[in-house]
């Protein structure tokens, strides 16, 4: 069981907004910085969203990241079937003193 | 540009030892944490560890800890991940990851290593 919980799937239709929910505790996303990750099929998992709501180099702006106390959620607007992957929120947990990842979300694009 | 190329996919027998590598680029390699992360087949992801090569720093997630030992040689700018036992459940993909802080997550990921160990 995963220290932080994300739903096992969620899907939209191309052109739809999609949001990826992520809660955790206090001592994990409440004083943590949290990030995101796309992992496509086959392939290793990349950095969408880190410090919360910042985007690396490179990612579009269709993928945006949100905090509010021990939760946390990635949007996507403008879905595309190459969308199609699993997503992972991550954070320190500074009660375990690990990282801590979400169980995954694997997204839908119909 | 930041690269993690990892060692190839292995095979191997219960109880036969295993080093797996990580080649790094792009970035100083004594100034970044370096780690590793587990994902078992259809499974999520797993933080095992990391290492501060500058001054051989390390944190293990205490479910691996005595597990795997994790090492880096900062002459060659190489992460290492290694077994001394296999057991059939470490069957997983690894990866080796970067990290820009201790209480971070990762922020690079290597291509990742299949590690396979059936009798």
């Known amino acids: 069981q995963s220290v932080l919980t994300q739903p096992p799937s969620v899907s939209a239709a191309p052109g739809q907004k999609v949001t990826i929910s992520c809660s955790g505790s206090?001592?994990?996303?409440?004083?943590?910085?949290v990030s995101w990750y796309q992992q496509l099929p086959g392939t290793a998992p990349k950095l969408l969203i880190y410090?919360?709501?910042k985007r690396p180099s490179g990612i579009p702006d269709r993928f945006s990241g949100s905090k509010s106390g021990t939760s946390a959620t990635l949007g996507i607007t403008g879905l595309q079937t190459g969308d199609e992957a699993d997503y992972y929120c991550?954070?320190?947990?500074?009660?375990?003193?690990?990282?801590?990842f979400g169980g995954g979300t694997k997204l839908a694009v119909l | 540009e930041v690269h993690l190329v990892q060692s190839g996919a292995e095979v191997k027998k219960p109880g036969e030892s295993l080093r797996l590598s990580c080649m790094t680029s792009?970035?100083?390699?004594?100034?970044?944490?370096v780690g590793w992360v587990r994902q078992m087949p259809g499974k999520g992801l797993e933080w095992m560890g990391i290492?501060?090569?500058?001054?051989?720093?390390?944190q293990y997630n205490p479910s691996f800890q005595g597990q795997v030992t994790i090492s880096a040689d900062k002459s060659i700018s190489i992460a290492y991940v290694q077994w001394s036992s296999l057991k059939a459940s470490d069957s997983a993909m690894y990866y080796c990851?970067?990290?820009?802080?201790?209480?971070?997550?990762?922020?690079?990921w290597g291509q990742g290593t299949l590690v396979t160990v059936s009798s």
């Open positions: 990851v970067r990290q820009s802080g201790r209480k971070l997550v990762p922020d690079y």
């Open positions: 792009g970035f100083s390699f004594t100034s970044y944490w």
């Open positions: 290492i501060y090569p500058g001054d051989s720093d390390i």
């Open positions: 206090s001592s994990s996303i409440g004083n943590n910085y």
């Open positions: 410090d919360n709501d």
């Open positions: 991550g954070t320190w947990d500074s009660s375990l003193s690990v990282g801590v």
